[in-house]
């Protein structure tokens, strides 16, 4: 039996991932929680076989949830389970640890079918997604993609610079130096292009 534990912010969409893994024979789902701060304790505590996550969700985010795992030795897979068809977030979901990257308007079988393979060690791709992820490389630095970020989620210079721990002339360098290598006008553009890729 293979033992899953699904975080999704959605209600609905919650309930639904779990009655149609439910269906299969083989999956049982172990648990159903709506955050990523609940999905990191609850893979911890009750050790599941596979995660199916999304990527935006109260707490952390779905990528910030795989790196977390890996960062703490568990053993379960992720799969990120996702609206966002974008290659940037496939890259950035690999990165970070992920085992599989799926979008949710993918047939329910391919779901059942990717829990199957990643429990065996496999890696799982939308492949509308897969060639299209290595076209384009992201230009940004980690730090470069932070300050931008946070940029774009409207703060400051200043308080960039406080959260982040560093001089308000550095973060002044992050952002022009992402602004040059995105070509963009100014941060807010700036922020946007990454975005849409995905960078960020």
Known sequence: MIRVL??????????????LIDIEQDLEVIGQVRSGTEALAAALSSRPDVIVT????????????????????????????????????????????????????????????????????GVVVAPELAVEAWAEANPLSEREREVLRLAGEGMSGPAIADALSLSPGTVRNYLSDAIGKLGAGNRVEAYRLARDKGWV
């Open 6 to 19: 699904i975080a999704e912010d959605q209600a609905m969409v919650l309930g639904a991932l779990a009655a």
């Open 54 to 121: 999304d990527i935006e969700m109260p707490g952390l985010s779905g990528l910030e949830l795989a790196g977390e795992l890996k960062r703490q030795g568990c053993t379960a897979r992720v799969i990120i389970l996702t609206t966002f068809a974008r290659p940037g977030y496939l890259r950035r979901a690999l990165d970070a640890g992920a085992a599989a990257y799926l979008l949710k308007d993918a047939p329910a079988e391919e779901l059942a079918a990717a829990l199957r393979k990643v429990r065996e060690g």
